[in-house]
């Protein structure tokens, strides 16, 4: 039964991580919790859905299941589609208040209360076009196939882990290796001196806002095929989120996945081992634990 | 005669719109030139060379590099067009190593050329050639000002400005500092170097500049300024107003 617990909490915090990519990026770059986070993740699965839905209405063979898989060749291509629609919500969302938020000289606090009243707007605008009723990618059941050590898994949770730990190896080496990652890392580091060094921020801005925006979408996707979209998905996945970035240290990559399984493990152990009306309650403690013994996290940067 | 690299005129700028710090400067510098920016502790020294770079808002004025306008031009964009700036303080990516710090300030060249200027950087500054792969923040304060200019001078800057590179360093570091500064603009690169310790400033530089509240209170060569009475008095404490007007 522990082994199951292990399985799931690693395939949960797999999701958890990928979100909080885009949390640890935008709070290093920006200096602000962006708790619009959550809504990204939702507009992602939906925008995916209607995407996916579309194509499956104008090509039907693309709604026929892949391999051992419950979908169709529609939704990764929807996927896509998701990225980029929500990298442009983003950006849509930062030009309409956090730029000018931002050109005004406001204070950090003004900008996170902002981001709570841009979350409370976007999951409303959610509800208010898709109903508060759970959907889903697909109908078809999936039948978990053993493994090793007892643990199962449906062949939908293995592709969700795998691309998740794709995913962040893909990132990482953008970040490390290319001119536009490292450009991200120096305005992280002192946007004033990245300026002196010829970078243009608002251009690395905008990179991160895509890059964090188009992340949530997989992970709200991938939420979506393994549990269910809801305009609340995001919401409940927020504090997880949070507590993943803080946990790997903000601004680093590998550091907020690494730290996603941590919380998805703990959330799946609590479940088994405690009950699972105190699964919320693990996120929030593993999140005040940190800020009051690790402040920096795990790989919280050393700076001179 | 060498050609205007950098002209100021009727330069005012300041953090606050109805406080300004500079009150009105006019200046040119020619190409190769070597000059000090001295001046009492809040004369606008910093302030100057921060308008300069597009860090402090101008109020009134201009500002030209090689004849073009760039007061209204946005930092990074002023760096693409001829300028480097090397800050006092936080100069260089502590985060990252000595390499990435170089690959970085490249990034904004032709791909072709970056690497060979890479490694122009790295032979005119051997001490960081032996540690590229050392963290920046590991750096003693020295070795911090040589990486500073290297990561400015890789896109061959038409002129090279240093606020205070010789703040906090050990008088051997300042030494070892000064006389890369003065290698660097034989190689030709035209330098404004904002120093506090005049007599060091005078020393190495061919023009100097003090600035009094603000506005240049005297403009002549370096050779000259040292042997200046009015010179010794004004950062001695006890200069009389009328003595710095411009």
Avoid at chain 2, 52 to 72: C, E, M, N
Avoid at chain 2, 96 to 104: G, K, P, V
Avoid at chain 2, 165 to 191: C, D, H, W, Y
Wanted: aromatic share 6%.
């Amino acid at each position: 039964m522990i082994t199951q617990a292990i399985m799931d909490g690693l395939i949960n915090g797999g999701i958890i991580g990928l979100g909080a990519i885009g949390v640890t990026l935008t709070y290093s770059i920006l200096r602000f919790a962006n708790f619009g986070h959550g809504e990204l993740l939702s507009w992602g699965a939906y925008v995916a859905l209607s995407l996916s839905a579309a194509l499956g209405a104008m090509l039907p063979s693309l709604s026929t299941p892949i391999g051992p898989f419950s979908f169709g060749w529609s939704v990764p291509i929807a996927l896509i589609g998701s990225m980029v629609l929500t990298a442009l919500l983003a950006l849509t969302v930062d030009w309409l208040l956090f730029g000018r938020l931002r050109r005004s000289g406001s204070a950090i606090i003004i900008l996170v209360m902002a981001s709570f009243g841009a979350a409370l707007a976007l999951r409303n605008l959610l509800e208010f076009i898709f109903t508060s009723k759970p959907a889903y990618f697909t109908n078809a059941l999936q039948i978990s196939k053993p493994l090793f050590g007892g643990m199962r898994a449906t062949p939908d949770q293995l592709l969700v882990l795998g691309l998740a730990f794709i995913t962040v190896v893909l990132v990482h080496l953008l970040l490390t290796r290319t001119p536009a990652g490292r450009a991200m890392r120096a305005v992280s580091e002192n946007a004033q001196l990245a300026s002196l060094t010829g970078i243009d921020v608002r251009n690395v801005i905008r990179l991160v806002w895509v890059l964090g925006a188009a992340l949530a979408a997989v992970a709200g996707v991938m939420s979506g095929l393994l549990v269910q979209i809801r305009p609340t998905m995001g919401l409940d996945l927020l504090l997880p989120l949070f507590a993943a970035s803080i946990l790997g240290g903000i601004g680093s990559v590998p550091g907020a996945m690494l730290a996603g399984l941590i919380v998805g493990l703990a959330e799946a152990l609590t479940i088994q081992v405690i009950g699972a009306e105190w699964r919320a309650a693990v996120a929030f403690v593993i999140l005040v634990a940190v800020l009051l013994l690790r402040p920096n996290g795990l790989f919280g940067k050393a700076t001179a | 005669m060498s050609s205007e690299i950098l002209k100021l005129q009727g330069l005012v700028s300041g953090y606050q719109p109805d406080l300004p710090i500079i009150q009105g400067v006019d200046l040119s510098v020619s190409e190769g030139e070597f000059l000090v920016l001295l001046g009492p502790n809040g004369a606008g020294k910093s302030t100057l060379v921060k308008t300069i770079a597009g860090l402090v808002p101008v109020h009134s004025g201009r500002v030209y590099l090689a004849g073009a306008d760039l007061t209204d031009v946005p930092t990074h964009r002023k760096m693409r067009q001829g300028l480097g700036f090397v800050p006092q303080t936080e100069n260089i990516f502590a985060t990252m190593t000595i390499r990435e710090n170089l690959q970085l300030a490249a990034q904004i060249l032709p791909k072709a050329r970056r690497a060979a200027r890479i490694d122009a950087m790295l032979a005119m500054f051997p001490d960081l050639a032996s540690r590229q792969t050392t963290r920046s923040g590991a750096l003693s304060g020295g070795q911090r000002q040589m990486l500073a200019c290297a990561r400015t001078l890789i896109v061959e800057p038409q002129i090279l400005i240093l606020d205070e590179p010789s703040a906090g360093l050990s008088p051997k570091m300042v030494s070892e500092v000064f006389e890369q500064l003065v290698r660097i603009n034989a190689s030709g690169v035209t330098t404004i170097l904002v120093e506090q310790n005049v007599k060091a400033g005078l020393q190495i530089a061919s023009r100097g500049v003090i600035l009094v509240e603000g506005r240049v209170a005297h403009d002549a060569p370096a050779d000259g300024l040292l042997g200046d009475p009015v010179v010794s008095e004004l950062y001695l404490g006890g200069h009389k107003k009328e003595e710095v007007t411009a």
